[in-house]
C-alpha cells in the first residue's frame, strides 16, 4: 500500500514550468468599466503589448518563446470563445499562462486586437472590398465565364484561387487591365475557319504539325485536323478582353484585386517556434 501510494505521487510530480505573470499585465485589470468601440481598441492593443508581445511578438508572428498567432491557419480559425479559453485557462505545460486575472472585457478586447493582427497580415490594408470583388467576378465582370474560383466558374482562362499568391497587388490589377503585356504564345488567341466557313476563336490546348486541339471560351474543345481547316491564324492578343481598365471603374478594379487577395494567401505553418525566414 505504502509503495504504491508513494509511486502514485511520483508519477503525479512533473517538474512545472515556471508560473509566468506578467507584472505589467496586472497593473492593467481594468476594475470593472466598460469599453466603447474606440475603447476597446486602445484597451486591446495596450494589454497586447505588456501581456502578449513579450513572447508572440508585436505582430503576432511569433517568436523565439511561442508560436505564431496572427498567420497560422489553426490559430486563425479559432473562434473568438476557444480564444478566451485559451487566455482563461492557458496551455498546461507550456509556458502559454493564463490570463484569468484579466477581466472578461479586457480578454474579449485582446482578442479583438488579435482579430485585426490576424487580418493585417493578408489582405486587409489594401483598399476595395473583397464582397464587391466577388460580386463583380462573378456578376457584371463577367470573369467566372473564364475563370475558375474555389471550384466555381469556367474551364477556359485559368484557374485564380491562388493567382494573387506571392504577387503584389499592383501585379494583379496589370494582369487584368493589360492582359497583352507580355503576352506568351501559348496564350495568343487562335482563329480556325473550318471548310464550311465556321470560325472558332480560342486557345490552343494542344497543337503539334497536323493537328490542334482548339478550346473555346465555352469550355469546349474542339479536335481540328489542320488539312480540313480553311484558315489558321494566330492573334497577337490574348482571348481575355483587354478593355477591364476601361469598363471598370479604379473602386471596382481595387475591389477584384482585394478579393482575389483575400483567399489567396494560406500561411505557412511555423515550425516550433520559429523557422527564421519571413512568410511574407
Ligand atoms: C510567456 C510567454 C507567453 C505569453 C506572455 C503569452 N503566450 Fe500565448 N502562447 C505561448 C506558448 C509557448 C504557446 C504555445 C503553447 C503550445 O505549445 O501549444 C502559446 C499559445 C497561444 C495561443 C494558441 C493556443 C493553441 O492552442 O494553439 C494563443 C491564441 C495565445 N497563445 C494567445 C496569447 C495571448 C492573447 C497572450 C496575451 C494575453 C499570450 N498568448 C501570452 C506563450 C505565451
Ligand atoms: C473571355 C474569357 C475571359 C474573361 C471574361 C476574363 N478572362 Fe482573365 N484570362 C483569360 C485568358 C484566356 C487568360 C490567359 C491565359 C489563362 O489565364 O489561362 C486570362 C488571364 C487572366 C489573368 C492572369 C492569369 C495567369 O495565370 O497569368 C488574370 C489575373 C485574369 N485573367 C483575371 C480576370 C478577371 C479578374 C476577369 C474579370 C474582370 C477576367 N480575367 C475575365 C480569359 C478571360
Known amino acids: 500500500m505504502k509503495s504504491l501510494l508513494n509511486e502514485k505521487r511520483q508519477v503525479n ?10 507584472a505589467a499585465a496586472v497593473v492593467l485589470i481594468w476594475a470593472g468599466k466598460s469599453f466603447g468601440q474606440g475603447e476597446e481598441q486602445a484597451a486591446g492593443k495596450k494589454t497586447y503589448a505588456a501581456s502578449c508581445a513579450g513572447c508572440h511578438g508585436l505582430d503576432g508572428k511569433g517568436g523565439e518563446r511561442a508560436p505564431d498567432i496572427a498567420t497560422r491557419p489553426q490559430v486563425r480559425q479559432f ?39 490576424q487580418g493585417a497580415t493578408t489582405e486587409v490594408n489594401l483598399p476595395g472590398d473583397a ?8 456578376g457584371k465582370g463577367g470573369c467566372s465565364s473564364c475563370h475558375m474560383i ?17 504577387r503584389s497587388p499592383e501585379a494583379v490589377r496589370e494582369a487584368i487591365v493589360a492582359p ?17 466557313g465556321t470560325t472558332l476563336e480560342g486557345l490552343a490546348r494542344n497543337e503539334d504539325n497536323f493537328s490542334l486541339q482548339l478550346l473555346t471560351p465555352d469550355g469546349v474543345i474542339h479536335l481540328l485536323p489542320k488539312n480540313s481547316l480553311a484558315k489558321l491564324s494566330y492573334l497577337e492578343r490574348s482571348p481575355m478582353p ?39
Not at 496551455?91 to 482579430?115: E, G, I, Q
Not at 464582397?131 to 462573378?138: N, S, V, Y
Not at 503576352?183 to 471548310?195: C, S, Y
Not at 469598363?247 to 477584384?256: F, I, P, Q, R, Y
Open 13 to 22: 510530480w512533473k517538474p512545472r514550468p515556471a508560473l509566468f505573470v506578467c
Open 131 to 138: 464582397q464587391r470583388g466577388q460580386e463583380l467576378f462573378f
Open 242 to 280: 483587354a478593355d477591364y481598365g476601361t469598363k471598370l471603374s479604379a473602386a471596382e478594379l481595387d475591389d477584384l484585386v482585394k478579393y482575389l487577395s483575400s483567399f489567396a494567401k494560406e500561411p505557412k505553418n511555423n515550425s516550433k517556434y520559429d523557422d527564421g525566414e519571413e512568410d511574407e
Open 79 to 117: 473562434s473568438d470563445a476557444a480564444i478566451l479559453e485559451v487566455l482563461q485557462k492557458g496551455v498546461p505545460n507550456t509556458t502559454m499562462p493564463a490570463f484569468s486575472f484579466l477581466d472578461v472585457k479586457t480578454r474579449k478586447a485582446v482578442v479583438a486586437y488579435l482579430r485585426t493582427l
Open 150 to 166: 474555389q471550384g466555381q466558374g469556367g474551364f477556359f482562362g485559368s484557374d485564380l484561387g491562388k493567382y494573387a499568391q506571392g
Open 180 to 196: 497583352n503585356r507580355e503576352l506568351e504564345p501559348r496564350r495568343r488567341t487562335i482563329v480556325a475557319t473550318l471548310a464550311n
